[in-house]
């Protein structure tokens, strides 16, 4: 069965910098692109970045510059690292995989960006 574990979400004064983490099981990781996406209240949900299997990330206009996807595939984790948060980045924030027996998500991490 798979699984994805996001952590790393908090709260953050704009300027400030976050990195996500999002643990995977139940597929062999290094096989698979992966996507960040977020939701923040009363809009839908939108990609913000994704990485091939073979490492190369792509990336939303609204962040790009600012954030990073990378992964690790002897750890199965993808990680999303933010930098200069803005208070519109505020969202909760999932990973995704695309598989041949589904789409899976996890249960998301709650990014704030206040002052």
């Known amino acids: 069965q798979v699984h994805l574990v996001e952590s790393g979400g908090g709260l953050v004064q704009p300027g400030g910098s976050l990195r996500l983490s999002c643990a995977v099981s139940?597929?062999?990781?290094?096989?698979?692109?992966m996507g960040w996406y977020r939701q923040a209240p009363g809009r839908q949900r939108e990609l913000v970045a994704s990485?091939?299997?073979?490492?190369?990330?792509t990336y939303a206009d609204f962040v790009k510059g600012r954030f990073t996807i990378s992964r690790d595939n002897a750890k199965n984790t993808v990680h999303l690292e933010m930098n200069s948060l803005k208070p519109d980045d505020t969202a909760v924030y999932y990973c995704?995989?695309?598989?041949?027996?589904?789409?899976?998500w996890g249960q998301g991490t709650q990014v704030t960006v206040s002052s």
């Open positions: 139940g597929i062999i990781f290094s096989r698979y692109s």
């Open positions: 990485i091939g299997s073979g490492g190369l990330g």
């Open positions: 995704n995989v695309v598989t041949i027996s589904g789409l899976y």
